[in-house]
């Protein structure tokens, strides 16, 4: 069975940072390309970050120089370092993971996890 699990979310204050992890499971993570996703309240689902197996990342343009993915293969494990938070930045981050790159950057399909809340305010 296939699991998708994040943590490390909560309240942050306004320039904060956290760190959150995707540990998956039932997969060869090694094989799979991963992206991190956010939706906020009364918005659509937002691609935020992607890395290949290869280790190849990409940001949107609001988070560039704020936000790092990575991945530790060993672990089965992603991240997303997240810093300097603003309050726009709030929502629910999702990881996603699945072996083609066209099916990360899509909003369909693909391994899913539940989801960890994001909130920045003073």
């Known amino acids: 069975q296939v699991q998708l699990v994040e943590s490390g979310g909560g309240l942050v204050q306004p320039g904060g940072s956290l760190r959150l992890s995707c540990a998956a499971s039932?997969?060869?993570?090694?094989?799979?390309?991963m992206g991190w996703y956010r939706q906020a309240p009364g918005k659509q689902r937002e691609l935020v970050a992607t890395i290949t197996i290869g280790g190849n990342t990409n940001y949107v343009d609001s988070v560039k120089g704020r936000f790092t993915i990575s991945r530790d293969n060993a672990k089965n494990t992603g991240y997303l370092q997240m810093n300097s938070l603003k309050p726009e930045d709030t929502a629910v981050y999702y990881c996603?993971?699945?072996?083609?790159?066209?099916?990360?950057?899509?909003?369909?399909?693909?391994?899913w996890g539940q989801g960890t809340q994001v909130t920045v305010s003073s």
């Open positions: 039932g997969i060869s993570f090694r094989l799979y390309h």
């Open positions: 996603k993971a699945d072996l083609s790159m066209n099916s990360v950057v899509s909003p369909q399909g693909g391994y």
